[in-house]
């Protein structure tokens, strides 16, 4: 079964700041792998996606996320934070069903930009 | 294009109450599902829809109801109201059941007393 696990529901950083949301995903065929961000009040747009072709993807925005899957991971990452960027953040995976691909998301990362 | 479309925006209902949450998009995506969103445990998929006619759970399904008479459409029901269904619920739809993007509407708050 796949499912993703992001660690740390809160990160705080300076404005100009790197920013890494961390994202691990479990599991037992090659996944496809989504980053989503939710404005306050927003529905949640589509930062990036993995799908298998190069490990390294860009965003929008600046963000840009890199698949190890050594290390079974999916992190995002920004090189420098921007106020604009405070919003919650979903690293989500394809859950493959006989009927119907099920997007599944993990509890979300909700990250702060200080002055 | 208006995209993905709910409505109401924010919702009060008292316990044993029922209710319908609109969801329409003009995309013509064929694949529309339900989520709910609770603090600290992100989206989970409630009910979704492959096309036209076809219905099925998701993670949560339970005092949901669903129904796909359109393309365009996809309404929630809720039989009858719990606190525990109060929550954010977002309506999303993408193209089929591939790897296209999934669009999100703005969602609908519900506050269930």
């Known amino acids: 079964a796949q499912s993703v696990t992001q660690l740390g529901s809160h990160v705080s950083v300076s404005e100009g700041a790197l920013v890494l949301l961390r994202c691990n995903y479990s599991s037992s065929v090659p996944p496809y792998l989504f980053w989503y961000v939710q404005y306050p009040n927003q529905g949640l747009q589509l930062l990036l996606k993995y799908t298998s072709a190069a490990t390294l993807v860009k965003g929008i925005n600046g963000f840009e996320a890199e698949f190890k899957k050594s290390e079974t991971s999916f992190h995002l990452t920004k090189p420098s934070a921007h106020m604009s960027d405070a919003a919650e953040y979903f690293c989500a995976v394809i859950k493959a069903t006989g009927g119907g691909n099920k997007l599944t998301f993990g509890t979300g990362t909700q990250l702060k930009v200080e002055l | 294009n208006a995209g993905v479309t709910q409505t109401p925006k924010f919702q009060v209902l008292k316990t044993g109450q029922s209710m319908t949450l609109q969801c329409a998009q003009d995309m013509n995506h064929e694949y529309m599902s339900w989520y709910r969103q609770d603090p600290g445990m992100g989206l989970r998929l409630i009910h979704y829809?492959?096309?036209?006619?076809?219905?099925d759970q998701g993670e949560v399904p339970n005092g949901y109801n669903v129904s796909r008479s359109t393309t365009e459409d996809f309404p929630l029901r809720l039989l009858s109201a719990a606190p525990s269904q109060t929550s954010v619920y977002f309506c999303?739809?993408?193209?089929?059941?591939?790897?296209?993007?999934?669009?999100f509407g703005p969602g609908t708050r519900l506050l269930v007393l």
């Open positions: 999303a739809s993408r193209p089929g059941q591939s790897l296209e993007t999934q669009y």
């Open positions: 829809s492959v096309g036209a006619g076809i219905t």
